[in-house]
């Protein structure tokens, strides 16, 4: 599954690109591109853990940037 997922506080470009790497790691996860102009995550994953990963991601997110959260 593909999904486009608008961020909301991203206030740091290299955060983009740690959260990008991190993202790639989880589990499920196939592919994370994080624009950071345009404050949008473009994130293609696995269908059947689709509400488990998204946690995973928001989890990750909050690490590396507690104030940038996910517009879903």
């Known amino acids: 599954m593909k999904k486009v997922i608008a961020m909301q506080d991203l206030d740091?470009?290299?955060c983009a690109s740690k959260m990008e790497q991190a993202i790639r790691k989880i589990d499920?996860?196939?592919s994370c591109s994080?624009?950071?102009m345009l404050q949008r995550m473009t994130l293609e994953?696995?269908?059947n853990n689709s509400a488990e990963i998204i946690e995973q991601i928001k989890?990750?997110?909050k690490k590396i940037e507690p104030d940038c959260k996910?517009?879903?």
């Open 12 to 14: 740091c470009a290299n």
């Open 59 to 61: 989890k990750t997110i």
């Open 34 to 36: 994080i624009n950071f």
């Open 28 to 30: 499920g996860v196939i």
């Open 70 to 72: 996910l517009k879903i």
């Open 45 to 47: 994953m696995d269908d």
